[in-house]
């Protein structure tokens, strides 16, 4: 009984685990920061553990991935909108460039 509890209590908290940034993603317009790889892997962190937990039953250690794989996808959806809005070839103080990795900017520039 209390090893059950224990386990649909770390599974509701761990259903928290994404909601922040998936508000926040709802939320801003800017998404500097925010990583797609890592949402990537949240996503089929997700699908692993409901495919599991369906297949074991133990369903305590899959519910997290009834919240946590829907917020992956709105995320990952709003990170494919703003890389493609209009301002996605700015910075974020506005000087022409592009995004050449790791939130660095090349300017793109000519020199005078």
């Known amino acids: 009984m209390v090893v ?3 386990a649909w209590c ?5 259903c928290l685990l994404c909601i922040p940034q998936a508000a926040r993603t709802i939320r801003e317009e800017r998404l500097d920061g925010v990583s797609a ?3 990537w892997i949240i ?9 599991w937990s369906l297949l074991t039953g133990e369903h305590a250690a899959g519910a997290p991935a009834l919240v946590n794989g ?43």
């Not at 770390?10 to 761990?14: N, P």
């Open 4 to 6: 059950e509890l224990l």
């Open 10 to 14: 770390g599974a509701a908290l761990s």
């Open 37 to 39: 790889c890592t949402y």
């Open 43 to 51: 996503l089929a962190n997700a699908a692993v553990w409901a495919a």
């Open 70 to 112: 829907p917020a992956a996808v709105i995320i990952l959806r709003r990170l494919l909108a703003a890389r493609h809005s209009p301002e996605a070839g700015r910075s974020p103080t506005g000087f022409r460039g592009r995004r050449c990795g790791l939130g660095l900017w090349r300017w793109s520039g000519r020199r005078r």
